[in-house]
């Protein structure tokens, strides 16, 4: 008889057990999910540079802007003979240039460019015109399949079809949307480049 009771008592305690719910599934379908949350929390553009040339700073300004919020690798470009800085003698200087179809030698860069995807290229605007040392370092760069970014600066006379100058100097390259910003001063340069960056498709 006692062995019946005891028998029964396992029973019990078996159905009893076997009745608790498994609440481990669902806990686990409701916990949250620091990966997914975060994946897409910014958009970040990786393996890049920022190539630009700048006689007055204010191109460098914003290229500098642009490395705090990419932390993309910055490379000046600087002709092996210097531009004058006074506006007198750069402005003929850089009108017998158009006109002639010359270009300055450049420097070498300390950069290979065939390691980056994606490359922020940067010049002052001259007469309407990418600048000289600009035009020069995109005609004699390998681009194609890149990604080119430009951002211009200019002091009155901005380009008139940047994107048209552009595709005739990288026609296999892709081309996003140009930032152009008048010259220095100005104290909206991070809400812009972020603006900008933010706005970017590739």
């Not at 920022?50 to 500098?64: Q, R």
């Not at 010359?102 to 940067?122: H, W």
Request: include cysteine; hydrophobic fraction near 35%; charged fraction near 25%.
């Amino acid at each position: 008889m006692k062995k019946v009771i005891v028998a029964l008592f396992l029973l019990l305690l078996l159905a009893a057990c076997g009745s608790q719910p498994d609440n481990t599934e669902e806990a686990d379908e409701n916990a949250p999910n620091d990966t997914n949350e975060n994946a897409n929390s910014d958009t970040e553009i990786t393996n890049a540079a920022i190539v630009y040339y700048s006689l007055t700073e204010n191109t460098e300004e914003v290229a500098e802007e642009i490395q705090v919020q990419t932390e993309a690798d910055l490379e000046k470009l600087e002709p092996v003979e210097p531009y004058p800085r006074a506006y007198s003698e750069v402005a003929g200087l850089v009108r017998e240039q158009q006109e002639a179809g010359e270009f300055p030698e450049l420097q070498d860069l300390d950069l290979n460019i065939e390691e980056y995807d994606t490359i922020f290229v940067g010049s002052p605007t001259w007469h309407g015109y990418i600048s000289q040392p600009v035009q020069k370092w995109l005609m004699d760069t390998e681009l194609a399949d890149k990604n080119i970014i430009p951002f211009f600066t200019s002091g009155s006379q901005p380009i008139e079809d940047p994107q048209s100058d552009l595709r005739e100097l990288l026609p296999e390259a892709t081309i996003t949307e140009e930032l152009s910003m008048a010259n220095s001063p100005r104290d909206d340069i991070e809400e812009e480049v972020s603006q900008w960056i933010e706005n970017m498709e590739f």
